[in-house]
Nanobody, 118 residues
Framework: QVQLVESGGGLAQPGGSLRLSCTAS???????????IGWYRQTPGNQREWVAG??????ITYADSVKGRFTISTGTKNTVYLQMNSLKPEDTAVYYC??????????WGRGTQVTVSS
């Protein structure tokens, strides 16, 4: 099992930027067995929507709704970032970091609120 802690949410104006961080911790085996790590988001009354992900082979994919505006990257100490530029009001959501194991099991962070409003 992997523990995920998100940070970096908050309030931004339309057209603005925010950067989310997600730090993964756990046993060496659980970290090494992460097949895909990335972000989902969810608005009240709706299902969780996949935003972006990075495979353990380095392949990065984005939802069409964020392509060209959001960038996922990795840093040191098992941290993954989501740089969000040109934010729109419809990007307002709770953003969840996820880590999917090779076994198929998925761990989730607790989420961080992103609000885009003038």
């Amino acid at each position: 099992q992997v523990q995920l802690v998100e940070s970096g949410g908050g309030l931004a104006q339309p057209g603005g930027s925010l950067r989310l961080s997600c730090t993964a911790s756990g046993t060496i085996v659980s970290i090494v067995n992460i097949a895909n790590i990335g972000w989902y988001r969810q608005t009240p009354g709706n299902q969780r929507e996949w935003v972006a992900g990075r495979s353990n082979s380095g392949i990065i994919t984005y939802a069409d709704s964020v392509k060209g505006r959001f960038t996922i990257s990795t840093g040191t100490k098992n941290t993954v970032y989501l740089q969000m530029n040109s934010l729109k009001p419809e990007d307002t959501a709770v953003y969840y970091c996820y880590a999917r194991q090779l076994s198929g099991n998925t761990d989730w962070g607790r989420g961080t609120q992103v609000t885009v409003s003038s």
